[in-house]
């Protein structure tokens, strides 16, 4: 079969049946999922491995396991899937027509990885919606949460709590790293205790921050003091610039610290962050998305953004 032969003869069922395979392993699930029988599923599966002329399934008693062939294929499945739902995603907030604004507060650690992508889609879905963005810690943005100035509050968080009248979701998970520069002396050490670090100088969290009180429990957890030699910052870009000039350690998510050591400007230290501030939440006061249309949908954005 020619490409073109393949692409007109493939349908949303196939891929939907593939993607799902990939997820759930199993046809029952997968068929649950599709709100389909399972002899349905089946037949989607025949039909994929005529189509593709490969093995794309192997069967282990009630199991289906995908073949190399399949696993490529439930991955172009996926990308395309989230593609179709994008598309229906941008056409319904066209046809509402959303304008208002919505305020943001944001860390500064996650500001970066997770707002550009959400904003990005929000403009493009509504035009006329006004966005605006406010950095700082938890512990003094949510007050402008409390009383209506922020619509949404993004953070990372420790020993996650109940709180009364606000609404919380959590976004992703994502370890914070342990960072110095390419020619700290540390960055070639392929083992670290928490002890070796605690006289070099320390780019931390503001001090009355959750992160700042966060990273000086696990000090304690490791049996160490908390650094004295500190300078309190929560700017990414100066944080990197000051790594450059002088010989201190930092904090950064995982994600934007691999960036930096893909660079070779930064390298990520082997110590242990016992999963520390990985949770990365948002919270809004409760009854919010009814009364504001334009946060409803920036909500949306972010789990489109998220989900692509």
Request: charged fraction near 20%.
């Amino acid at each position: 079969m020619t490409a073109e032969q393949f692409a007109r003869s493939l349908t949303l069922r196939h891929l939907r049946v593939i993607s799902a395979l990939a997820r759930y392993g199993l046809v029952a699930k997968v068929a649950k999922s599709l709100n389909v029988t399972q002899p349905s599923v089946s037949k989607q599966i025949s039909e994929l491995e005529r189509l593709v002329d490969l093995q794309i399934v192997i069967r282990e008693r009630n199991r289906l396991h995908l073949t190399p062939a399949g696993h490529r294929l439930a991955e172009h499945a996926r990308h395309i899937l989230a593609q179709l739902d994008r598309a229906a995603f941008d056409m319904d907030a066209m046809t509402q027509g959303v304008a208002g604004s919505v305020s943001l507060g944001a860390v500064s650690s996650v500001a970066p990885i997770l707002l550009p992508p959400a904003i990005a889609l929000m403009k493009r879905s509504a035009p006329q919606a006004n966005i605006s963005v406010t950095e700082g810690h938890f512990v003094s943005l949510f007050p402008a949460l409390e009383s209506g100035t922020l619509d949404m509050l993004v953070a990372r968080v420790w020993h996650p709590r109940e709180i009364p009248g606000i609404e919380q979701k959590v976004l992703l998970e994502e370890q914070i790293a342990i960072v110095a520069s390419s020619d700290h002396p540390l960055s070639q050490a392929t083992s670290l205790e928490w002890a070796d670090t605690v006289n070099w100088p320390w780019i931390l969290p503001l001090e009355n921050s959750v992160a700042r009180q966060a990273f000086e429990a696990l000090f304690a957890e490791f049996g160490a003091a908390p650094p004295v030699n500190v300078v309190a910052s929560g700017s990414l870009p100066l944080n990197t610039a000051l790594m450059r000039d002088m010989p201190a350690l930092g904090l950064f998510p995982q994600s934007i610290a691999q960036i930096h050591a893909s660079r070779g400007d930064l390298v990520i230290l082997p110590l242990d962050t016992r999963n520390l501030l990985s949770q990365v939440r948002c919270f809004w006061r409760t009854g919010q998305s009814d009364k504001n249309s334009a946060f409803d949908l920036f909500q949306r954005c972010l789990a489109q953004s998220l989900a692509g």
